[in-house]
């Protein structure tokens, strides 16, 4: 079998990280070192990196083919920002918003974590976990919130995906916040009448459920937006590699919404959408 790496967690990622006891295969990596100055020359090299597929190609990268719904300049750009703002201090007095896209058994479970910090989004955590522990995760989900000071009184909150009401009822119920989110729901519907909408959500909970099948479109045009917002709304840090590469894949239908067959770590994306929903 010969390839050139393609998506994340495909067949030959899986084969590269078998242990050598058990794998049944001989394995050669063939980077372009291999073939520098034999195959093609350096000037060939140093133009080859101006792609921003290069990493794949020459690499052994496991990236994905290249998306249609983000520019390669304004991702390039947000990851140049990523170090001005990026630090392991945490900044109190910043709007934060965390993203929760649940899933167990085979599914990953998506977390992300963003700030607003002079008008640019800053991401501050932005991780896939691998067959999660529905516990683990409710316990690592407060951990964050904790760590990051994400709860109401801060006018931080959490944004998940409604198709999980087991995990927002256990979120919910850790904070000590109304479980039956449902009837709270109806009940602002009819408080707020025709100015219902996502403001009210925010103005009367932290947790909060998000209808991901009506609103998954809006939300990806919403990621773009931010992204090429002037001379680019969002600062990520290189060390955030998923979603990095999430944003390099990500490909967008015909119809307007997510490839997600084609989109490498498309969890750790629709968490990140999911919290972009704080800011306007």
């Known amino acids: 079998m010969v390839s050139t790496?393609?998506?994340?967690?495909?067949?030959?990622?899986?084969?590269?990280?078998?242990?050598?006891?058990?794998?049944?295969?001989?394995?050669?990596?063939?980077?372009?070192?291999?073939?520098?100055?034999?195959?093609?020359?350096?000037?060939?090299?140093?133009?080859?990196?101006?792609?921003?597929?290069?990493?794949r190609e020459y690499s052994l990268k496991y990236l994905g083919l290249i998306g249609n719904v983000f520019h390669t300049k304004d991702i390039e750009a947000a990851i140049e920002k990523g170090s001005e703002y990026y630090t392991e201090k945490i900044n109190t007095y910043t709007l934060k918003s965390m993203g929760l896209d649940p899933g167990f058994g085979s599914s990953n479970f998506g977390v992300c974590i963003t700030e607003l910090i002079n008008g640019k989004v800053n991401v501050l955590h932005a991780e896939e976990y691998h067959r999660p522990d529905f516990s683990e995760?409710?316990?690592?989900?407060?951990?964050?919130?904790?760590?990051?000071?994400?709860?109401?009184?801060?006018?931080?909150?959490?944004?998940?995906?409604?198709?999980?009401?087991?995990?927002?009822r256990a979120l919910k119920d850790r904070i000590d916040e109304e479980i039956n989110y449902d009837r709270l729901i109806e009940h602002l519907k009819s408080s707020y009448g025709k100015n219902f909408g996502l403001?009210?959500?925010?103005?009367?909970?932290?947790?909060?459920?998000?209808?991901?099948?009506?609103?998954?479109?809006?939300?990806?045009?919403?990621?773009?937006?931010?992204?090429?917002?002037?001379?680019?709304?969002?600062?990520?840090?290189?060390s955030f590699t998923k979603l990095i590469v999430a944003l390099r894949t990500a490909v967008e239908k015909g119809d307007g919404s997510l490839d997600k067959d084609a989109t490498s770590h498309n969890d750790v994306f629709d968490a990140f959408r999911l919290c972009l929903m704080r800011y306007k």
């Open 137 to 168: 995760m409710l316990r690592i989900t407060i951990s964050l919130m904790h760590k990051y000071g994400i709860n109401f009184e801060n006018r931080c909150h959490v944004f998940v995906d409604g198709a999980n009401p087991e995990f927002i």
């Open 5 to 55: 790496p393609n998506a994340p967690e495909g067949l030959f990622e899986r084969i590269e990280k078998e242990p050598e006891s058990t794998c049944l295969y001989k394995r050669l990596f063939l980077d372009y070192t291999y073939g520098l100055n034999r195959i093609y020359t350096q000037d060939e090299i140093n133009a080859a990196k101006a792609s921003p597929s290069f990493e």
């Open 199 to 238: 403001t009210s959500l925010i103005e009367n909970m932290c947790v909060i459920p998000i209808n991901f099948r009506n609103e998954h479109k809006t939300m990806l045009l919403h990621a773009k937006r931010i992204l090429e917002t002037g001379n680019g709304g969002l600062s990520i840090h290189p």
